[in-house]
């Protein structure tokens, strides 16, 4: 087999280990390089003569600056990126390279907020709570109408189901209809 052969055979195996699932399970996410224009800004530190180093700080961080003011870029610190992970909560996502870092891996399991509107639906209430994310009853199990500022708790339950409950009335399934 030829050497050229020999490395697209490599190359095509090496996609199709990383494609795998088993793969993903085993290979951190947060294992990604940071994005190239970050990186440039951070070499600059290993430039030894004063003037070209604040070059390049000044070139770099002008490009890292239009970058996030032209919205190719985002900054984000682990707050904001945790209340971005509850406000998707309820949705079937794929595990995102935006999530990797160790301490947020762990998938968020339950919510409490407040009820902001309430309104009959197909089998139940359709909810809309104060983040504006919108919650559908759907086991059609009866319940006292739920008003606007009542709190409500919702948690993962069987088979990728979420499992409602507002004050001390019974609970109920619910699914994220969106916001």
């Known amino acids: 087999m030829a050497l050229h052969s020999k490395l697209n055979l490599g190359l095509a195996l090496a996609g199709l280990a990383?494609?795998?699932p088993s793969f993903a399970k085993t290979q951190p996410l947060s294992a990604a390089p940071p994005p190239k224009i970050f990186s440039d800004v951070?070499?600059?530190r290993a430039i030894a003569?004063?003037?070209q180093r604040l070059a390049c700080f000044d070139q770099n961080v002008g490009a890292l600056a239009a970058a996030q003011q032209n919205r190719d870029l985002f900054v984000a610190d682990k707050d904001a990126m945790r209340e971005a992970r509850r406000g998707l909560f309820g949705f079937s996502l794929p595990k995102m390279r935006i999530f990797a870092d160790d301490d947020?891996?762990?998938a968020v399991d339950q919510i409490e907020t407040t009820i902001t509107a309430a309104?009959?639906?197909q089998r139940g209430y359709i909810f809309t709570l104060k983040d504006g994310a919108r919650w559908a009853q759907t086991d059609g199990a009866y319940?006292?109408?739920?008003k606007a500022?009542?709190?409500i708790k919702i948690k993962?339950?069987?088979?990728?189901?979420?499992?409602g409950t507002i004050g001390s009335q019974p609970g109920f399934r619910i699914e994220r209809l969106g916001n």
């Open 119 to 121: 309104v009959p639906g």
């Open 104 to 106: 947020m891996e762990k």
């Open 18 to 20: 990383i494609a795998s």
């Open 143 to 146: 319940m006292d109408r739920p």
């Open 42 to 44: 951070i070499q600059c």
């Open 49 to 51: 003569d004063a003037a």
């Open 156 to 163: 993962r339950a069987a088979l990728g189901s979420f499992f």
């Open 149 to 151: 500022g009542s709190p």
